[in-house]
């Protein structure tokens, strides 16, 4: 599976967008682009996942240029409790489920009042 | 996830001591998977399961064993702790049937092993 490269920490201030980057160079043709947002002491949660061009929750977008190279998690008008990790993960979508399995270090993103 | 529970939440042991960590979901799904997490290191996965006979190594399974006793059960055991296996340890599960496999994880059990 394509390795990902995050920036390690972030730092931002209530209201602002908050823009994470995460490079997948290798990625392949069958995987898709996940995020998931860990508080400290509990498990990660599943942010939003995206193949190309834009994704939109209730929570964040997912912004995947066509070369799918890289991805952007944005994140509208943070508040205190965005502190958190932020992971990327490449996933191999084949037959009934998704092989993506590996979690990198993730971004810490800390905002401030 | 009250779905995905761990049991049990904080555990001490000694090293060379035998330990199992039980996880059970409530979800129906078919895939379960165990990983540890150590300070600045993110998840590194240690085994899966993505069916009741199905066990798959992970990035660091040495040193640990799996048991999938059903589909809603999947356990994590260390034969022989030693203190670089002190961890929290999340299992998670994910149903293969949805188009995307979001993950669901458990609450986490912080193990020490002195």
């Known amino acids: 599976l394509a390795k990902t490269t995050q920036p390690i920490s972030m730092d931002s201030y209530e209201g602002q967008e908050v823009n994470i980057t995460c490079s997948h160079n290798n990625i392949a043709t069958n995987d898709y682009i996940t995020w998931y947002q860990q508080f400290p002491s509990q498990g990660p949660r599943f942010i939003i996942q995206?193949?190309?061009t834009k994704v939109t929750n209730e929570v964040a977008s997912l912004f995947i240029p066509a070369d799918r190279k890289s991805s952007t998690l944005s994140l509208p008008r943070v508040s205190l409790s965005d502190t958190a990790v932020y992971y990327c993960?490449?996933?191999?979508?084949?037959?009934?489920?998704?092989?993506?399995?590996?979690f990198g270090k993730g971004t810490h993103l800390i905002i401030q009042p | 996830d009250a779905d995905v529970t761990q049991t049990p939440r904080n555990r001490i042991t000694k090293t060379g001591k035998r330990i199992m960590l039980e996880c059970s979901q409530t979800?129906?799904?078919?895939?379960m998977y165990w990983y540890r997490q150590d300070p600045g290191l993110g998840l590194r996965l240690i085994y899966y399961?993505?069916?009741?006979?199905?066990?798959n190594k992970g990035e660091i399974s040495d040193g640990y064993s799996v048991s999938r006793q059903a589909q809603a059960k999947f356990s994590l055991s260390l034969e022989s702790a030693i203190p670089n296996q002190t961890a929290l340890y999340f299992c998670a599960t994910s149903d293969a049937v949805n188009s995307y496999n979001e993950q669901f994880f458990g609450p986490g059990t912080r193990l020490t092993v002195l």
């Open positions: 399961s993505f069916d009741v006979k199905d066990i």
């Open positions: 995206g193949y190309k």
């Open positions: 979800k129906g799904h078919d895939r």
């Open positions: 993960l490449v996933e191999r979508y084949s037959g009934g489920g998704a092989d993506g399995l590996t």
